[in-house]
């Protein structure tokens, strides 16, 4: 075999995909899995009405609005707490406490309040940036507790302040491992800001799927998680390749 | 005997003329379950400025944990560093402090220039171009400016690191087996070009190597370690006038003094 590596993964990745999507289409044309399963081509035609995909794409640009939202202040207000945390470690234990707290509270619980409280969007909103925040705080926090001791060395011996060092070099030898953290809170972005749709009965895709499921609207139900996947995965792409990129760059 | 044992030979300098100044100290780190090991115990040193001192010894003697110390990055369990009458910190803090480390630590990130021209960034003052491509040049490295890290060799990245080490004038210069991963032919050219530098500069500085030529070619004492706990065994005075040149590898008494201390170091080590 004169294939390399990366060929032949490609290969593997293309043909666990065509398996993917061909059991899909298989158990919907046997009917496999009941009426609630319809084969793939059928929700392809159905999407492929322009009126459906119109109200899809419409769909599809309020949640991710909420998604990015989310996600711009969960990782944002995570990437400033934990820098602060590492750079004054005092307050590690007061805040590792406080966000392992409002983790572990769940969002099924803090949901119903939130919803009373600021309404069904901005609860939304909310909910999702919690999950963001949790996953890139601790993945930004032990990022940059595991600095490379030769290099911290070297910023102290040449005289550098806490803070040159942390923007000459802490933030980017952590940030391989923050893109990673970046990368894990998609799905929990987008699940967030899905439930919360649920909860509060406003908004896009997730509402969408929420009301095809009880009219039994299946074709509509299956292109609004197609959607839905669809968005997850291409976001979760861009932050992967911006995790690659930084890790070429970075840890060479 | 060809060196002068100088147990007592240290205090011959007065206190406010001490460069660096070693009292009682003692080393031990912390291991798991609590229990301590001692790595260095009861070490007195002196150097007076402008000196240029060789620390010689077994591998794990505690050499690279006495640099450490003098370069305020660990704290003696026991025992006081001073540098020029102060906190072994306030060096490093006013940017007077030239380090290559035995891992080199260049920043992979950053091109061999952009290293090399760190401590400028560090010290907020603007990189000073001429002086990182002399630098450059001196330690054969000027066709690499450009490359990364991980497009040099290692022995190519200590030498980065030993022109970043000179690059603000340093009033103290440690420099931990800074030749280690160099050929023989380039590390005697580097041995002159150090000599040169320091024969200018007269700057302080502290040698850790496992070269017996290169010690006995560079310094003007050299302290040899021994090793479980690290204490010193012997301090020697190199007798040889300065500038020194490369014929002098090749007399007599350079070959003795290297002998003696060869020998001195066999008992314990496998240094070659
Ligand atoms: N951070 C540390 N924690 C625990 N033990 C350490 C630490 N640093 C060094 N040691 C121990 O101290 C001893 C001396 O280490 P050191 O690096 O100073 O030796 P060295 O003389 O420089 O050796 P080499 O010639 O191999 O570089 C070793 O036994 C080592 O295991
Ligand atoms: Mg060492």
């Known amino acids: 075999m004169s294939l390399d590596i990366k060929t032949t993964q490609r290969f593997y990745a293309a043909f666990g995909i ?11 044309t046997f009917q496999l899995a009941g009426p609630a399963w319809p ?10 009405q322009r009126r459906v995909v119109q109200t899809l794409l419409l769909a599809t640009g309020k949640t991710s609005k909420v998604i990015l939202y989310a996600y711009a202040v969960g990782v944002t207000l995570a990437i400033v707490i934990s820098s602060l945390v590492h750079l004054f470690p005092i307050y590690r234990p007061g805040a590792d406490r406080f966000v392992t707290f409002v983790n572990a509270v769940p969002a099924v619980a803090i949901a119903p309040i939130l919803i009373i409280l600021v309404g069904g969007q901005l609860s939304g909103l909310i909910l999702a940036a919690i999950y963001v925040f949790f996953v890139v705080y601790m993945a930004s926090l032990s990022g940059l507790g595991r600095l490379n001791t030769a290099h911290v060395d070297l910023f102290q011996v040449y005289g550098a302040s806490k803070y040159q060092r942390f923007f000459a070099y802490d933030v980017l030898y ?3 491992m923050i893109l990673n953290g970046m990368k894990q809170a998609v799905p929990a972005a987008v699940v967030g800001a899905v439930l919360a749709e649920w909860f509060s009965g406003q908004g896009g895709l997730g509402l969408m799927m929420l009301s095809a499921m009880r009219n039994f609207q299946i074709p509509l139900l299956w292109s609004a998680m197609l959607f839905v996947a669809c968005f997850a995965l291409a976001f979760y792409g861009v932050v992967g390749s911006l995790e690659a990129y930084a890790r070429k760059r970075i840890m060479l | 005997m060809i060196a ?15 460069a660096v100044k070693l009292n009682g100290i ?14 260095l115990a009861g070490i007195d040193l002196e150097i007076s400025p402008g000196e240029f001192v060789a620390l010689i010894g077994p591998s794990g003697c505690g050499k690279s944990t006495l640099l450490k110390l003098i370069a305020a990055l660990e704290i003696p369990t026991q025992g006081r560093v001073t540098i020029c009458a102060e906190e072994p910190r306030e060096l490093a803090r006013k940017h007077r402090l030239g380090v290559a480390f035995q891992d080199h630590a260049l920043l992979p990130w950053l091109s061999i220039k952009e290293n090399v021209g760190l401590p400028f960034k560090l010290a907020r003052r603007p990189v000073d171009n001429e002086r990182v491509e002399k630098l450059l ?29 000179l690059m603000l004038n340093p009033s103290l210069l440690l420099l931990d087996e800074p030749f280690g991963a160099l050929d023989a032919v380039t590390r005697k050219q580097l041995n002159i070009e150090l000599q040169s530098i320091w024969t200018e500069q007269k700057i302080t500085t502290v040698l850790v190597t496992h070269g017996v030529d290169e010690a006995i070619f560079l310094a003007d004492r050299i302290i040899v370690l021994e090793a479980n706990p690290g204490r010193i065994r012997e301090v020697i005075n190199v007798p040889f006038e300065r500038p ?18 060869t020998e001195l170091l066999e008992p314990a080590t496998n240094v070659t």
Request: proline residues 3%; charged residues 15%; hydrophobic residues 35%.
């Open chain 2, 4 to 18: 002068a044992k100088s147990v007592e030979g240290s205090t011959r300098y007065q206190a406010s003329e001490t």
């Open chain 2, 26 to 39: 003692s080393m031990s780190y912390r291991g798991k379950g609590g229990a301590s090991s001692t790595v």
């Open chain 1, 39 to 48: 084969p793939l081509s059928t929700v392809v035609e159905y999407i492929c």
């Open chain 1, 18 to 28: 065509l398996v993917f999507i061909g059991s899909i289409q298989l158990v919907g």
């Open chain 1, 174 to 176: 952590a940030a391989p």
């Open chain 2, 137 to 165: 040049a001196l330690v054969g490295l000027a066709h690499y400016a450009n490359a990364k890290p991980s497009q040099v060799s290692g022995g190519m990245k200590q030498r980065a690191s030993i022109a970043r080490s």
């Open chain 2, 244 to 261: 020194r040149s490369s014929s002098l590898m090749r007399t007599a008494e350079f070959h003795k003094l290297t002998d003696y201390l």
